[in-house]
């Protein structure tokens, strides 16, 4: 973990801890905040310290490096940073609620411990608190921008909670088109990275529309960050990613590369795709290996890497037009390179 990103798991522990110190109560049934510390990666399945924390925590990073980029320091962007990536999980939560997850990070959801109840009682803490943070960002601000900093917060909130419902929908039709898709994972996935590039910025003293701007690299880097895990998804390297190869064919998730293959396939294999997607829980082995060989048929492999590889070349162009000091761009530009690379 770097200095910067310290801070960060720093101010959220911190948060836990105060909340923590006043829930008293005898039973030991459901550990709340242990559990929330547990989602986070500080805790294993025994509520023992791990001396680690889990996910990538690529959001609160492009927060601090876009403040940082604005000529900032890593300290103004800490609480806003914490509040994007305590927000990021509590919707991780309801999700894996939802999509009946057992697993994330290669370890049990909070539902699978827990249950659906007390784990949907723990995403609303953490949408608490991650509040509680955004809240002690603004006051750290003059009024105005402070109150934008909370009414952005929680607009984009909203358009998470909207691109969840469009997911959601989207299970239970076979015409979801590749535009549709896009416009589902820039509410679900990019809203909060494009929140998190702007909210950096404007904390870090950015002018507005300086701060735009950084919102719209954070919205092409949402985009890619989202069809990079499409794409890992269906090719990544079982020893880097922790799943079988065509592990979301398996679970029959509608992403980008069966979209597109959808879009391309013959009347025929279109509806024998249509009914594998509709007769399983699972895929079997035999049906995940013919859904591989079409999508190497069409090409579907080169289509989703030319369409990552588009959106970071475009947040680096957007980068690029900044009329700001290339010393302060250049972390921001590693991070971009480093996601274009992720092979996990």
Not at 88 to 110: A, G, K, V, W, Y
Not at 167 to 183: C, K, Q
Request: proline share 3%; hydrophobic share 40%; with cysteine.
């Amino acid at each position: 973990m770097t200095q910067e990103l310290a801070l960060v798991e720093e101010r959220m522990r911190t948060l836990l801890e105060q909340q923590a110190a006043h829930f008293v109560h005898s039973d030991k049934s459901f550990p709340l905040y242990q559990a929330l510390g547990y989602h986070l990666g500080w805790f294993d399945e025994r509520l023992r310290p791990t001396g680690t924390s889990a996910g990538k925590r690529f959001r609160p990073l492009l927060c601090l490096r876009s403040c940082y980029a604005v000529s900032g320091s890593a300290e103004q962007a800490v609480a806003i940073a914490a509040a994007i990536e305590l927000l990021h999980n509590f919707t991780l939560i309801h999700d894996d609620i939802q999509d009946r997850s057992e697993t994330r990070r290669h370890r049990p959801t909070l539902w699978a411990l827990w249950g659906d109840a007390q784990a949907i009682n723990a995403g609303d803490a953490l949408f608490a608190l991650s509040q509680l943070a955004a809240l002690n960002a603004a006051e750290r601000e003059e009024r105005p921008r402070g109150i934008e900093i909370v009414r952005r917060f929680n607009e984009t909130t909203l358009r998470i909670v909207e691109g969840q419902v469009l997911d959601l929908s989207f299970e239970a039709r076979d015409d979801v088109s590749t535009a549709e898709y896009l416009l589902m994972i820039e509410r679900k996935t990019a809203a909060l990275t494009a929140y998190a590039a702007w909210a950096g910025a404007t904390v870090g003293g950015g002018a507005p529309e300086t701060a735009e701007r950084f919102a719209d690299v954070g919205r092409v880097l949402g985009l890619g960050f989202q069809v990079q895990d499409d794409y890992l998804g269906v090719w990544g390297d079982p020893e880097r990613t922790g799943k079988a190869r065509g592990d979301d064919l398996r679970r029959r998730k509608k992403s980008l590369p069966v979209i597109a293959l959808i879009e391309r396939v013959s009347p025929a294999e279109r509806g024998w795709i249509r009914h594998a997607w509709g007769e399983r829980d699972e895929l079997d082995t035999a049906t995940v290996e013919r859904l591989l060989e079409r999508l190497d048929y069409y090409g579907i492999r080169d289509i989703v890497r030319a369409t990552v590889a588009r959106y970071h070349d475009e947040a680096q162009r957007l980068l690029a037009g900044m009329n700001l000091p290339s010393e302060r761009l250049e972390p921001l530009r590693q991070l971009v390179e480093q996601l274009a690379a992720r092979e996990a």
